[in-house]
Structures are given as C-alpha cells and as structure tokens.
C-alpha cells in the first residue's frame, strides 16, 4: 500500500468486517489544482447481469486493470448499478477508445460531465439548481 501511495496512487483500501472499504487519500504536497485535474473526467457503465453478484472490490479491480483510471467506484441508481471511473483528459479518451472496440455499441464506458447527473436507465440529466427555477 505504501509503493502506490508513494508513486502517486490515492486509493487505500481498508478491510473491516470481512468487507473491503476504498478511501482516496493524498500526498499533502499535491495542490488542489492538480487533484482536480486527476479526477476532473468520469465515466461510466451499466453493469451486466453477471456483474451485479460480483462483489464490489473484484469488479472495482477488474475494471481499473481494464481501462485504468484514478479511482472507480459502483453506485446504485433506482435498484440499477453503475460503475463509475474517474479519469484525467488523456486516460479517459484511450479508455473510451478502448471499451468502444472492445465492447457492442451503447455498452461500453460513456463519458460524464461534473454537472450531469445519471437519471433512469442511465439517460443524462443536468443538475438543476435553485436559482435554475425562476
């Protein structure tokens, strides 16, 4: 845990109850600019069938070995589950790029913005904000 978190790596995870926990931690000499500039692009995908009885830790590791990124996390959107990956500019264009060949068309990762927000079956929804209502 040392090694990746001395190479740049902010994902500790944490074992308690027989369960896995992911925290993101971070060198004190990163500036926030360059915190945001790692995790400033997501994408993410809706898992299959098959995917939805693996625990969370395995498809989290897979998924990272598979298309990199900084940090990924599984959400559950009206009783429908997501994986989330945070990504840099770069990384996320050669994962989409990647999951675009390797995947059929409309399953692969889709890119999501900081300000959309994923409604039902995975459609985009924009934040809506208060001073959006007048």
Avoid: H, P
């Avoid at 993101?24 to 995908?45: C, G, P, S, V």
């Avoid at 990384?91 to 059929?104: F, H, N, P, V």
């Amino acid at each position: 845990m040392e090694e990746i978190f001395i190479k740049g790596g902010s994902n500790i995870a944490v074992t308690k109850n027989e369960r896995k926990y992911f925290c993101r931690m971070f060198d004190a000499k990163l500036d926030t600019k360059k915190i945001k500039e790692r995790y400033n692009w997501q994408a993410y995908k809706k898992l299959d069938d098959k995917e939805k009885d693996i625990l969370d830790f395995t498809l989290i590791k897979d998924y990272i070995g598979k298309y990199g990124g900084n940090f990924a996390k599984v959400i559950k959107i009206n009783k429908i589950k997501f994986i989330l990956i945070y990504f840099n500019e770069k990384d996320l264009l050669q994962a989409i790029y990647r999951s675009t060949m390797d995947e059929d068309m409309g399953k692969g990762l889709q890119m999501k913005g900081q300000e959309e927000l994923i409604g039902m079956n995975g459609v985009f929804t924009k934040r809506r904000f208060a001073w959006d209502c007048k």
